[in-house]
Structures are given as C-alpha cells and as structure tokens.
C-alpha cells in the first residue's frame, strides 16, 4: 500500500464555508459541528485501511488552521485556484509527482463510506485506467488514477453540482476509449433529508460514530 494513496478534500471548518446546503435548515454553527463530525469519522475509516493519506484544503493559504484542527499526522496539499475540476487535476498531478502508483479522491460528505469500497477502488485499478464511485445525487463520490491512466480530461467542461456530473463524466471516458470501474452507490449527505436517513442507517453507526452520536444529541433518532 505503499504508493497507493488517499486524497481527501476539506475545507477549514467556518462558518459560511462548510455545509452551506444543511446551514440553510440547521442554524450555520450546527453546520460546521456537523462538518467537523463528518471529516473525523471519514479520517478514521481512511486510517484505518491502512493507505497514505494527503489533506488537501482549502483555502490554500491557511494551513495552519486544518494543522490546528487536524494535527500532523497526514501531510497537507494546498487546493490552488480554479474550479473543482481544476483543482481535483491538479491534486492528482501533485501526488503522482511525489511518487504514488495509484490514487484515488473524495470529499467529506461521506461519512459513513464503507472501508471495502476504498479496497475496491485500489483493485478496480488493476484492470481499469480509472475508477468511479456514483453518488445517488447524479455525481461522484470518489475517483481514482493510476499514474500510467491519469486523464485530465475528465475534469474539463462539467457542470459540476449537477445531477449530470457523473454521466458528462462517463461520456468523456467513452469518447476517450477508457474503460471505468464503478463502485456501488453511495449517497452524500447534503440535506436535513439526508441526515435523517444516515441516522436511521444501523450501518451507518459503525462507520460514522461521531457523526450519529451528534445527530442524537439533536434528536435524529
């Protein structure tokens, strides 16, 4: 597992930044309580598989908030200007330049990912050039590289935060002659909706302690 490595993309947990969508029903602190559970419990699934992990955050400039929040246990990357597709390529050019075989990114609105489905990315790997975990939203929750496969093409002209990002994204790979692995379906959690059903989830409470035990102390239960 050496050169196989785990890009997490976060944001530094204020108010206004983070779970923008929850602070809209839920009071912003809430929101931001909420992030710092999410981001926790998926740190804890991803150190447990046993890869290396890279934060990479944003704002870029301030690493000494996610270094404060975060500690140093995991090296940090910067996400530098640009859309998120910009931003997710140029991450990936960044890890395999520091020598990584395979990679594979996500976000933090997952917090209760099952830790087979990152054993399935790094395997899916092996036989595809890139690898793609759909997101019942119409998006993707994950998405890896080897550094042989890396195809910057695929963060180019999407309509990111859309249901269509995965299919704009599936049709590109297509008309490119990539092959793809995809994952099962996971769902993010962007809406009070979505919380309701996580707190409801008896598989959700092994994966996402932290996250479940703030919802109860709010009531979902």
Not at 49 to 67: E, F, N, Q, V
Not at 176 to 192: E, F, N, Q, Y
């Amino acid at each position: 597992m050496e050169n196989q490595c785990v890009l997490l993309f976060l944001k530094t947990p204020e108010i206004g930044r983070v779970k923008t969508r929850l602070s809209k029903d839920l009071d912003p602190r809430t929101g931001v309580d909420l992030y710092r559970c999410f981001v926790s419990d998926i740190l804890s699934t991803l150190e447990k598989t046993g890869h290396s992990i890279i934060l990479c955050h944003d704002p870029p400039d301030d690493p000494k908030a996610i270094r404060r929040w975060l500690g140093n246990r995991h090296p940090l990357m910067p996400q530098h200007a640009g859309d998120l597709g910009e931003r997710m390529a140029d991450a990936f050019r960044n890890c395999f330049s520091r020598g990584f075989d395979r990679a594979v990114l996500i976000g933090t609105d997952i917090p209760d990912l099952p830790p087979a489905f990152l054993r399935e990315a790094f395997s899916g790997l092996t036989d595809h050039p890139v690898v793609l975990g759909p997101a019942e939203d119409g998006g993707y929750y994950l998405i890896g590289f080897r550094t042989d496969s890396f195809i910057p093409e695929v963060f180019k002209k999407i309509s990111w935060s859309t249901p269509s990002v995965l299919e704009q994204t599936r049709n590109i790979l297509e008309a490119l002659g990539r092959s793809c692995h995809l994952l099962p379906i996971w769902k993010d959690i962007d809406t009070v909706v979505n919380l309701k059903a996580l707190s409801k989830n008896p598989y959700s409470r092994r994966n996402a302690p932290n996250t479940l035990a703030y919802l109860s102390k709010m009531g979902f239960n």
